[in-house]
């Protein structure tokens, strides 16, 4: 299993920025799809974003396409959401997740996909 650490977190004003980053360690990163999620309190964990082992494709849930991006730099081993025009909606903790990938295109979306995730960290957006 990859372990990941995600940092990035904090209270931030409606419409402006945070970038999330998530360090991978333990295994072999390029060989990893790699996906965000969030959940709010009183909510079920949703999914926010997906990139591909490549990194070539990405996949953004409606609520956040347009607004947030997703990266992976492998020379790093870390994985980024650039989370851009925060709501306070957003607000949630923010969850990295890993998926040892045979294809190098394909993404995932279900919380089920993924086999490994880190601790989550804090994202507050107030109005």
């Known amino acids: 299993q990859v372990q990941l650490v995600e940092s990035g977190g904090g209270l931030v004003q409606a419409g402006g920025s945070l970038r999330l980053s998530c360090a991978a360690s333990g295994r072999t990163f390029s060989n990893y799809a790699m996906g965000w999620f969030r959940q709010a309190p009183g909510k079920e964990r949703e999914f926010v974003s997906s990139?591909?082992?490549?990194?070539?494709?990405?996949y953004y849930a409606d609520s956040v396409k347009g607004r947030f991006t997703i990266s992976k730099d492998h020379a790093k081993n870390t994985v980024y959401l650039q989370m851009n025009s925060l709501k306070p909606e957003d607000t949630a903790t923010y969850y990295c997740a890993a998926r040892n990938a045979v294809s190098s295109g394909t993404y995932y979306v279900k919380a089920s996909s993924f086999g490994s995730w880190g601790q989550g960290t804090q994202v507050t957006v107030s109005s």
């Open positions: 990139i591909s082992r490549s990194g070539g494709n990405t």
